[in-house]
């Protein structure tokens, strides 16, 4: 806090229509982010069906750090951090697998998969030792919303139902794409590393301005109906939900081409077996309504995106330095579905995907350009002008407009003046 | 089993071959490259090791005729910003094996290992790479039915990879 002025610093940073080159690109406030963001936030880590059985684990990650995730004997998930209490070793080597305990390679302490210190070795010398002091460090928080299991450092804060708060229903829509009513990340993933500063990540995941320039050559050579939903003339929308959610909500584009799968490119003749359990699961009008309106393009904040057909989990790992991770939605009872899920989101993410490829280039690009500090600012200020609050009270604007990146900085700065 | 004679030819004719796919790669010419497949080829990148299931489990790239033919035609816009410049690249190829000279179906199994310098905007990069081919004999010409391409780090976070590897 500047005390001469009360202005905070990060009030010069951020401003309502535009922000500071530097936060992309600072040493500082990146250890800073660390710290106020994603050690205290809710952060998204895995989900449930990624650990299926008693005793499976798989290795996920918050920002640097490793984390386990593990379904102990009793079925319960949990949250720990991948270093040895004694001097700090990888405990767990291996990306995903079946194990009631692992066991330090270095001086071969042991620790049961729900974190407890079982046994060290010649545990003679070791008199007096209260064992429960020195279990596996974990999240401290853990809670999943309809399978999706999110992390939080802090003691104390918000419950995930309410840091998610209206962006929860997007979940809702999402799942119940399912016959059963449930997600499964069960096709592995693509790493996608780019040099570039996390945040150009997560304000693209809904900009809906770039597509129509960014993915040109796709869509000019394509048979895809995607580039027409980010045209000036779209009645899509983007919409800020608060606490750094934000939306590009597509619905008002599938509901007048009034076509179930239409979302998808696709349509019920092509899916029948899909259709019919849907139409099973909900009766016939809602099965429709769920086939028009399609899954949802949301970024829930600070760090899972959910692209319609596929996940994105943003990792950091420094300043100029993060990981895409990326894989298909499979939805429980869908296997025709499922297979088409995979092959187009094969084609489009990762490394070497259609989209996504150009779009790590805009953040590379963007990255290297904000190094230079004249002008000094990214002004985000499209659609400022015509945003209007929604019949929930949320901020939307047209599809092209900054609605999400302005959303994304007003939390940002909460979250960083309250450190 | 061939003739000595006659496989020192056939291991000649795919050495050319792989040299020439090697220099069209290189040298972006995509519409050359793409002659070079067989009407049913499938080009392959796994992630996460060698021996994924591509119908089960993501792969890098897993493309069949029709997308291979959509990825140049992509790159040939000139507005796939990620080849927009293109990378300055060189590969190295070697350890050429004929891995199965007459299987059942005639076509030909070879594997050569890769090492290819990428120059782009974000930097100068070393990727390195096993090759798995099924050769067939078309019209009198070698042509590709199957390319695998088992990157040696495809279990980590990689940078994109947007030329033809």
Redesign the interface.
Known sequence: MNMMTGVSPWERLIRPDRVHGSLYTDPEIFEAELKNIWYRTWVYVGHESEVPNANDYVVKSIGPQSVIMTRDEQGKVNLLLNRCSHRGNQVCSF?RGNARSFTCPFHSWTFANDGRLVGYAFPDGYEGQDKSQLALGRVTRVESYRGFVFGSFAADGPTLKEHLGGAAETIDRLVRTSPEGEVEI??????????ANWKFILENECDGYHPAF?H???F???DSMIGKLYGGTSTALTRDYGNGHTEIDLRPEFRKRDAPMSWFGTSEERLPDYTARMKTAYGDTAAREIMIDGTPHVMIFPNLFIAEIQMFVIQPLGVDDS?Q????LQFKGAPDLN?RL??Q???SV???G?LL??D???Y??CHRGVLARNPEWIFLGRGEKRQRQDELGFTVGHVTDEVPSRGIWAHYRKLMEAA | MLSRESSATLMSAITAFLYREARLQDEHQYEAWEKLWTDDGVYW?P??GAD?DP?????????NRS?IA??V??LM??????QTPQSNLRRLISNIELMDEQPDNGDIAVASNSLIFESS???DMLWAARSEYRLRHVDGELRMASKKVILVNN????????FL?
């Open positions: 990306e069960t096709a592995g993933f693509l790493k996608h590393r780019v040099k960014v040109t050559s796709i000019g050579v394509a990981v991770h990326v894989t298909a297979r995979r092959q989101t094969m084609g990762g490394p070497a259609f490829a150009d790590s280039e805009m590379e690009r | 990148v992630a996460n994924i119908e089960r489990q993501m792969s890098i790239i897993y493309d997308r959509l990825r035609r992509q816009t000139g507005k796939h910003f990620t905007l974000r930097d279990d980590k976070a990689i940078y994109t990879l947007s590897v």
